[in-house]
């Protein structure tokens, strides 16, 4: 049964079926040559799939972060950020790291974090001296800090898929979110003072007045991931609530606020959502289908036993388990990966003795630099298109940064504390 599954399933992944569907068609098709459950099961399980309350948070945080794009927000945070950071050997580097960081804190998307920051940021280093697929590069890897830094979506699937708390996986992404930015920002700073003409890529000289100035011009936005994240850390609302808000929000300051957004261009930004959001939760439908065969037929238990009895290191089972990650992060959509591979792994993670909330936030985290990941990854097509260079010469700028975030990966793995410490205060 088993090689019927996966078997179908690659085949149709390698025949360029998308993944939804060769997920729903490989489960459909075991479950027609087994007559495991009867057919009837493919749409029961379907709808179950997307009966989910916390699952609502998905087309809300795509639509509130493709307004805080469309909405002047980026800008304002890049004006903040080199106001914090242009004083420095490096600053505009450093200021695209701290954006994409603040950025994350508003959609927990990737791509969209690539586009609105990268749009503004590498022409202006550019400018300053820096080679164009070295900006492109730096802002490509700190674009994956989307999905990692809260909130986060492929830690809301996650914690829907395996029945972890979301807020404590949020909490649980703050700290190595921060690790990886400040690797980053090393990076950057060493390669700036190789440069000769890096050292002066500043776009202005710190001083507090100019910091002052830009950040009560910022205000409006810095406020909104502390009303988010603190309202969720605080009680006052769930993740699911925190997302109304943030579209809430989004639209206030867009449409009232900034006016970078008119009225009549709101229904393409609501259609434009729909369509995103209705391929991300589709696919959780399918995979409901298809962690019920594995239950059903107790694959995931004999998978399960099969790794805790040729892995007796719990350090081991962490080493195959990145490594994993990683390769499949390279070829297979983040959702979909956590879908397919979280219940099958995870269970031999929690009985070698590793707490299900480390596992979770550390399963999310490597995936995520599956976004910068070649031959795949999202983030790099995306910033492709934005700083209009070739494939390749994207790939080499990525290269450095990617090879520092998977070293902070084993940094993270090695010590459970950075994520466990925060999710333990708010117990």
Known sequence: MGLLLFGSLLLMMFLGVPIAFAILGSGTLTLLCTQLQPLTVVAQKLVNGLDSFPLIAVPLFIFAGNLMDRGGISKRLVDWCESLTGGFTGGLGAAAVVTCAVF?????????????????MIPSMVEKGYEKHRATGLVTSAGALGPIIPPSTPMIIYGCTMGVSIPYMFMGGVLPGALIALALIVVNYVTARKNPALRNAAKTKFSFRNFGKATVRSFPTLLMPLIILGGIYGGVFTPTEAAAVACV???????????????KELPEIVISSMKISAMAVFICGCANLLSFILTNSKMANAITNAIVSNVSSPYGYLAILIVLLLIVGCFLDVLAAIL???????????????????????????LVIG??????????????AIADLKFEQVVKGVM???????????IIALNPWLIMWLPSLMS
């Open 104 to 120: 994350a804190a508003l959609t927990g998307s990737g791509p969209a974090t690539v586009a609105a920051v990268g749009s503004i």
């Open 249 to 263: 929000y989004g639209l206030i300051l867009s449409v009232g606020v900034y006016r970078e957004i008119r009225p």
């Open 340 to 366: 397919i591979l979280a219940p099958m792994l995870i269970p031999a993670g929690v009985a070698l003795g590793w707490d299900p909330l480390f596992l979770g936030c550390l399963f999310c985290i490597v």
């Open 371 to 384: 976004l910068i990941t070649p031959p795949f990854g999202v983030n790099l097509f995306t910033a492709t």
């Open 400 to 410: 450095p940064f990617l090879i520092v975030e998977v070293i902070a990966i084993v």
